[in-house]
């Protein structure tokens, strides 16, 4: 429990992240915005797992980004337990470092290959003076433990693991400090599928034994299925629904979530068959000049003149629990068959 | 008319550089005191009578201002200053003494560009044949020798041995074009080898390893199985698109090119402005130095602004900047 | 790792603890370059004799800015040759032992050499970080000086400093430091940019590093080994600038010896002393071009993927995914061995 009174660990209101776009010769002037997240607010309880899907580009990284605070935030609000991290110096944001810890994607570039995976791991005990000389050292090699890692190995380099150890090197590296928060950013899209499960399992089984929360960024959806407790959907900057995992699966509301679904291989198959695939019309859109009103609308199967028009807000539709929103002005209702809108729109 | 820009603004620039390279020699000379700088153009044995007489001529004491408003104001009217000990104007001496320097830049620049060029492109064509590694081995050592090193060792190993045997086309020092066309190449040639030997062995090695890199892209694969001829492929492709380092190599090298010129001048007694400028040095004849100072900022400036209008014209995606 | 135990279905090794540094494995590569290691082993000759110098002045009895009319120099004035009267390369223009001259003058290159391009990487590797980790205003500025400071025809600036200060030893050195440090900078900035956007930073930054740590700590490892052969390649550079200064007169003042200034005086002796001119340019050949074989050798062990020119002996290094130097690798240590077509 926090200040509040309530559960929540993240609480992102608001959140608006543009990149300039500059050209020009001798002085270089702003052409343009890379408008990478637009106005996303969601919630993060103590102790679950929030997964954040969505295709390459639509801004999840930049999402995850602001939220561990590395880089500046445009407008709107990010809090964690109860505290305002929005934009706050470097100073101000190191005790909050320590809470707060990022998993990162490339297991062979997050790692420096030039430093032994003990003084990697053992770097956050440096950073914040916690530990030095043989207690580091022991205290690393209980994590390298933790993590499935050979303690021994302590004085290797990280080109002579694998690519599953290397993510086990950025996890013990995370853990180090053992934050409340940790942002998973696509931890598992660069591993085989071997390798992913076991990865996975090990991320909850820490979650369970030191109550970590998590922020899981992944364009898979089976994978964000596995982990999450609630999902955030995202397209071009944009939450299009959100919700508690099992409603949004299971009944998805906003046609791109339910084309997505459509498209990912049946790992249930109640229902596969009674599934087509949802083929969306065009490309993703550039996100310096994104689409008015709804931006998901020049695919949209269902679009109207309306989507075009206005911006839908993120709602609770019809017969769905109150922690289930859309952002949709015709949502996809139960029995309603996608596929078959989406065949007559490209006919 | 973007070229037009392009040049205003490279021109303007250049007087900015021009007009601080100036401003930096003035102050530098002369922003000591009164004392320090007299004596060091009376010499170390003068009297404070002739310290006092430097002083008065000279106008040193002034404040630094207004000697700095004459000197601007002399420099935009041409006029450079006397040479202390002789008298003469220095931009009349400047004058004298250019074609000797003229001389032996533009025959080193044809000579390097030549010969580095066509020796990198026939190495990249023929990679590790027996042409290619002696032509390294040659780069290398061009590369690790001073310039001054190679002169000197042309002149004990080519020029005595052949006037000795009564052999004198090559000869040092200087002679103009006007003593005839082969007197003058005679003295040149040595200088001419001297100077593009170091600057060869950097063109070869550059143009050897882009035109390497070139003819290993895939649009030249392209060009190839469209069964266009071997030789077109090279130089009509490949050697266009090594071109551009190679001329911004060249703009580089204009700035650097003045110490070679230096060195050469002294070892082949070619009495041109750089020989004449590192005499003042030993004199301390400070209009000269400021005058040659200015003058070599000015050639870099508009050798520059030559190289970037050739680079803009090879690749235009520079004509914006 | 035998064949025979991969063939048995033996696990591979897991017990070395100790990884092999890229240092390690760069040494070993180097080793096996021929030409590099030649190159090394005439340096550190040259470094010998430098530093003996006072040792062989007592063999001979020669001290280096004494000049012996009598023995050294014959009837009409001009120096005598090598292997007369105890001169064993001769001696220079006022009858003083030129190979003693030479010792001296191996010192003051060398010792140039060394020192200014040490000042000139500790600069240059400091003033490059702050531009590329910073960027921005700093990076746009600094960027423009270190372009400015190369661009600068160092000539002129060794011109007016010997103008106002008057030539000296520590003039050279300011000087050729002032342009080493430039080009160390610029190669340090370059890859301090593309560094800076690696993934392991931006994890340095998320666990709270301070942007001095993430340089010194993070960002300078990485950049080492370019240093380490601009450094070596820059060297030669620096003994260069220091002859030639000295040879136009800018530099060390006789009687000191230098390459340079023996060799300015060499020039009024072209007929009658060729060795006053062969033997110091034959010096100054062999320590240019053993420090530029050293470099070029460094860095392509660094990197086992260049393609060079003088492969004879080192085909080995350049036959890609062969792991030849025992550390462990991505790819498991169970590859068969297969023999090269030819032997190896």
Not at chain 1, 93 to 120: A, H, K, T
Not at chain 2, 90 to 113: F, I, N, R, Y
Not at chain 3, 144 to 168: C, E, N, Q, T
Request: overall charge neutral.
């Amino acid at each position: 429990m926090n200040a509040a009174g309530d559960d929540v660990l993240v609480r992102v209101e608001n959140l608006v992240k543009y990149f300039p776009v500059r050209a020009g010769g001798l002085i270089r002037q702003t052409v343009g915005q890379v408008q990478a997240v637009d106005d996303v607010t969601l919630s993060i309880p103590r102790g679950k797992t929030l997964g954040l899907v969505g295709e390459t580009g639509c801004g999840k990284s930049t999402l995850a980004r602001c939220v561990a605070g590395l880089i500046p935030v445009t407008s709107g609000r990010v809090t964690f337990d109860g505290q305002d991290i929005t934009n706050v110096p470097r100073r101000a944001m190191r005790p909050v470092r320590r809470e707060i810890q990022m998993i990162f994607q490339d297991p062979y570039s997050s790692l420096n290959p030039r430093r032994r995976v003990g003084s990697i791991i053992g770097e956050p005990f440096a950073i914040h003076k916690i530990a030095s000389g043989t207690e580091r050292r022991r205290r690393v090699q209980e994590l390298m433990e933790r993590v499935g890692l050979n303690p021994e190995h302590y004085n290797r380099f990280p080109a002579e693991f694998s690519g599953g150890q290397r993510q086990r090197i950025g996890v013990a590296r995370a853990l180090a400090l053992q934050p409340k928060l940790i942002i998973c950013d696509e931890p598992v899209s660069a591993l085989d599928v071997s390798i992913q499960a076991q990865v996975l399992n090990m991320l909850a089984d820490l979650q369970r034994d030191y109550g970590l929360t998590y922020l899981f960024i992944a364009h898979d959806l089976d994978v964000v299925r596995h982990v999450s407790d609630s999902v955030a959907v995202m397209y071009l900057g944009r939450i299009c629904e959100l919700g508690p995992k099992e409603p949004v699966y299971g009944s998805s509301r906003h046609p791109y979530t339910t084309a997505l679904l459509s498209a990912a291989p049946a790992a249930d198959p109640d229902g596969a068959a009674s599934r087509q695939r949802i083929i969306l019309a065009g490309d993703v859109p550039s996100p310096i000049d994104p689409p008015s009103g709804c931006r998901f609308h020049p695919r949209c199967p269902k679009a109207q003149p309306l989507c075009s028009d206005t911006e839908p807000q993120l709602e609770v539709k019809a017969g769905d629990a109150t922690t289930h929103v859309t952002a949709c002005h015709f949502p996809v209702m139960a029995g309603e068959d996608l596929a078959a809108a989406g065949r007559s729109e490209l006919s | 008319m973007a070229m037009f820009g392009f040049l205003v603004r490279r021109i303007l620039t250049g007087i900015v550089v021009i007009w601080l390279v100036a401003t930096g020699a003035f102050f530098l000379f002369f922003a000591r005191p009164v004392d320090t700088v007299a004596r060091q153009l009376a010499g170390r044995a003068a009297t404070p009578q002739v310290i006092n007489t430097v002083i008065n001529n000279l106008g040193l004491n002034q404040p630094i201002m207004v000697q700095y408003w004459h000197f601007l104001d002399n420099l935009l009217h041409g006029d450079l200053g006397y040479s202390y000990y002789t008298q003469e104007p220095v931009d009349t001496m400047l004058k004298q003494d250019l074609p000797p320097t003229l001389s032996l830049v533009v025959g080193g620049l044809v000579l390097w560009l030549v010969a580095g060029l066509s020796v990198g492109i026939i190495s990249a064509t023929r990679p590790r044949s027996l042409f290619d590694r002696s032509s390294s081995v040659a780069v290398l050592i061009g590369l690790s020798m001073p310039v001054f090193v190679i002169g000197e060792l042309l002149i004990l190993v080519v020029f005595v041995p052949l006037n000795k045997h009564g052999f004198t086309w090559i000869q040092t020092g200087y002679a103009g074009i006007s003593q005839g066309v082969v007197t003058w190449a005679g003295h040149m040639i040595l200088p001419w080898i001297t100077l593009a030997s170091v600057q060869a062995a950097v063109y070869t090695r550059l143009a050897r390893g882009q035109l390497l890199d070139t003819l290993g892209e895939d649009y030249i694969k392209t060009a190839r199985s469209k069964g266009i001829s071997e030789r077109r492929v090279i130089y009509l492709h490949g050697v266009r698109a090594a071109l551009t380092p190679v001329v911004s190599q060249l703009g580089v090298d204009v700035g650097q090119l003045l110490g070679g010129v230096i060195v050469v001048e002294a070892v082949f007694s070619l009495g041109g402005l750089g020989q004449v400028s590192v005499e003042a040095i030993y004199t301390d004849n400070l209009p000269v130095i400021i005058g040659f100072v200015v003058v070599a900022a000015a050639f870099v400036v508009v050798a520059n602004i030559i190289v970037d209008l050739v680079y803009a014209v090879l690749d235009p995606r520079v004509r914006i900047t | 790792m035998s064949i025979g135990a991969v063939m048995a279905g033996a696990p591979p090794e897991t017990i070395n603890v100790q990884g092999r540094s890229q240092w390690h494995l760069t040494w070993r590569r180097l080793r096996q370059d021929k030409v590099a290691m030649a190159s090394l082993v005439v340096i550190l000759i040259m470094v010998v004799l430098a530093l003996a110098a006072p040792l062989f002045v007592a063999i001979v009895h020669h001290p280096p800015n004494v000049a012996y009319p009598n023995t050294g120099e014959d009837v009409a004035g001009n120096p005598v040759g090598p292997g007369t009267n105890g001169f064993w390369l001769g001696t220079d223009g006022t009858g003083r032992d030129l190979f003693i001259r030479i010792l001296y003058g191996a010192r003051i290159s060398l010792f140039v050499g060394f020192v200014t391009t040490v000042l000139g990487a500790i600069a240059g590797v400091t003033v490059g970080l702050v531009a590329g980790y910073f960027g921005g205003v700093v990076d746009t500025i600094l960027a423009r000086f270190i372009d400015a400071v190369l661009a600068f025809p160092y000539i002129v600036l060794a011109l007016s400093l010997a103008v106002v200060v008057g030539p000296s030893l520590t003039v050279i050195i300011a000087v050729i430091a002032f342009f080493s440090w430039a080009a160390i900078a610029r190669i340090v900035r370059g890859q301090t940019l593309s560094i800076k956007e690696k993934e392991y930073i931006e994890a340095a930054r998320s666990l709270g590093a301070g942007p001095f740590r993430i340089m010194f700590l993070d960002i300078l490892p990485n950049l080492l080994a370019p240093v380490l052969v601009i450094a070596t390649l820059y060297i030669p550079t620096a003994v260069v600038f220091e002859a030639t200064l000295s040879y136009l007169g800018l530099g060390i003042q006789p009687p000191v010896a230098s390459w340079g200034n023996i060799l300015a005086d060499a020039q009024n002796f072209y007929q009658q002393a060729w060795w006053y001119v062969v033997f110091p340019a034959a010096a100054l050949l062999i320590t240019t071009l053993a420090f530029n074989l050293l470099g070029d050798g460094i860095r392509d062990a660094m990197d086992p993927r260049t393609e060079r020119v003088f492969a004879a002996g080192q085909g080995r290094r350049r036959r890609a995914g062969r792991n030849k130097t025992g550390g462990a690798l991505d790819a498991p240590n169970v590859v068969p061995f297969v023999p090269p077509p030819g032997g190896n």
